[in-house]
């Protein structure tokens, strides 16, 4: 088992591409999901928490953990006050709250990007102040940022 320097332990709990658990997951240091997860992911709030979401990996439940990668699909919602990085595979079916995201080519997200700058979960807009058009991300490119503005981002069809 792996040592911090202040002499905590750290560890990182694997859920394995033929594990399926089903309840509410509280963890602390790096969950690597390669199964399933039915239920709500909990990271401990303050600490540096990681949660890695493999191509075959799935959650089926709210994620709130500080540093969020995703290359599998989520089925939920997603909130995060350090950083998010959706990768090529990721599917999200839920809003993603976030303080830093990162998007690249081929992620998709049916839902609202919400900035949630400061760590804290961020105001919800009255309709007439919500905008409802679609934005995407390019073929090609990648996004990258840190903005207060709130865009819903819809999947193509296949």
Known sequence: ???????????????????ELSGDVHFSDELQ????????????????????ISEKGRVK???RVP?????GKVYGDIHSDKHIELAAKAEIVGDVYYHLIEMVKGSRVD????????????????KAQSSKRPT??????????STSNVATVKSKSA
Not at 2 to 18: C, E, H, M, Q, Y
Not at 33 to 52: D, M, P, W, Y
């Open 136 to 145: 995407e991300v390019p073929a090609g490119e990648r996004t990258v940022g």
């Open 111 to 126: 839902g609202s990007l919400v900035h949630a700058g400061s760590g804290k979960e961020p105001k919800t807009e009255s």
């Open 67 to 71: 540093n969020v990668i995703v290359n």
């Open 61 to 63: 439940g709210d994620i």
């Open 33 to 52: 999901v390669n199964g399933t997860i039915k239920g709500n992911i909990f990271g401990v709030e303050g600490s540096k928490a990681v949660i890695v």
């Open 1 to 19: 088992m792996a040592r911090r320097k202040n002499g905590a332990g750290s560890g990182i709990t694997l859920i394995a591409n033929n594990c």
